[in-house]
């Protein structure tokens, strides 16, 4: 069948390539030359691939306020607690059975804040799931059917062999209209600034990719899945021929980490802060484009630092493997996973030297010390731990942040209302550095009565007074 599916991308696309340009290339043109060429289908690697792409269907209680809360009429017959309304809500999307167990690979946002969740094979059984493992950053789910039966596969390849050009095609359940293939070719790779997250390293495709095939296969010729679908460039909401997909090695690593049992993806500590390369700069250090990504911080100790790399270098390739931007940086290194060690191509002054990055989870020096403020404060409800680069990556921070950070907000507590939130990092009190969650709560016992409070947010640094 492969030896079929060649012969139809040669017999599709060879004559685009071999027409001359000029006046010539309308006398170019040619017809099938045999009976066979005439048929030649995607419908042979359709069949063997489509049901190992299912549907996902998500759904969430929400509740919703009383519209008669806070009406002394209505609280005189029902009282403070006002009856509140519940609504169902339901999202659509696609996801690839990856392992015969009913191991399931779809987005992130596709099961968010879901309460229920259930995949629909193509044949029409449909079955339960739980999640296995998520990660925002990433925008990944793994799902896994609560059931004993054994489930087709679609096996994952190697999408940095991918190459533009390549056919490829697209299944999913576009606009909840069941099962939809698509063809077209990758368009570009190594897409950043796609979506709003952490992690840009797409594939672009011109495959048709709308509302509903987040999560599903796109694969290439040989069956096998080349990455997620997971967005669509577009402002009306339809497919424009502009669709997104995360790479299947990426896929891979975050898979074996759920396979693994873990409750939260880790990536790997480099210590260090990139941006992205200017001409301007590349023309000061002597390259040739503007490619790679700039070491803007190294932290002391880190294993950026212990490599021997210095702010002002430029990484412009990760075991060989050009560099485009700082989010590719990111994803050679994710990919290569942790506990291994990557050879970087760093360039600076017009020459090239290679180091080697020991890829480790980020540590944590320090105990946490989860402690939860009470008593009569500006930060009673707060949930506060100590900083270190391992809670500064759970809370999705700068890995480099210190002190002490506000990791949750009890809702409807006093911290709530008076506009503390996540991430807060508390700074300092009446003038008095707080640097471990024991003096916060020591401090606050204290009740000075007046409180002057500095806090971080977002790198951005804010002075409260309370009283």
Known sequence: MQGLLKRASISLFALVVALPFGADAQDAKAVPQSQAELQL?????????????????????????????GDPFFEQFFGQQMPNRTEKQSSLGSGV??????????????????????????????????????DDRLDLAVLRIET??????????????????????????????????????????ARNQVVKNEFGFFIQTDASINPGN?????????????????????????????????????????LASADAGVKSFERPYVGATFDAVTSEVAEALGLDKAR?????????GGPASKAGLRAGEIVTAVNGVPVEHPDALLYRLTTAGLGS???????????????????DRAPEPSPRDQRTIGGR?????????????????????????????????????PAARLGFEPKDIIVSINGAPVQTTEELEQMADADPGFWRVEIEREGQRIRQFFR
Do not use: W
């Not at 790679?292 to 002391?300: E, N, P, Q, R, S």
């Not at 731990?385 to 999705?396: G, H, I, K, M, T």
């Open 292 to 300: 790679g990504a700039l070491i803007v911080k190294v932290t002391d």
């Open 148 to 189: 004993k039966a054994s489930f087709p596969t679609l096996a994952i390849g190697n999408s940095d062999a991918v190459e533009v050009g390549d056919l490829v095609l697209a299944i999913g359940n576009p606009f909840g209209v069941g099962q939809t293939v698509t063809s077209g070719i990758v368009s570009a790779l």
């Open 377 to 413: 404060t500006p930060f009673t409800g707060t949930v506060v731990e100590n900083l270190s680069p391992r809670v500064a990556d759970e809370l999705r921070m700068p890995t480099e942040s210190t002190g002490v950070v506000v990791a949750d907000v009890k809702d409807g507590s």
């Open 41 to 69: 289908s995607f419908a042979p690697l359709v069949k063997q691939t489509s049901g190992a792409v299912v549907n996902v269907y998500a759904e969430k209680i929400i509740q919703r306020q009383s519209p008669f809360a």
């Open 97 to 134: 059975i990856v392992e015969a167990n009913g191991t399931v690979v779809t987005n992130n946002h596709v099961i968010e804040g879901a309460d229920d969740i259930k995949v629909a094979l193509s044949d029409g059984r449909e079955f339960p799931c739980k999640v296995v493992l998520r």
């Open 341 to 359: 060690s990557v050879n970087l191509t760093v360039a600076e002054n017009g020459g090239e030297q290679q180091v080697a990055l020991k890829l």
């Open 214 to 254: 987040s999560g599903g296969a796109l694969m290439n010729m040989k069956g096998e899945l080349i990455g997620i679908n997971t967005a669509i460039f577009s402002r009306g909401g339809g497919s424009n021929g502009i669709g997104f997909a995360i790479p299947a090695n990426l896929v891979k690593v975050f």
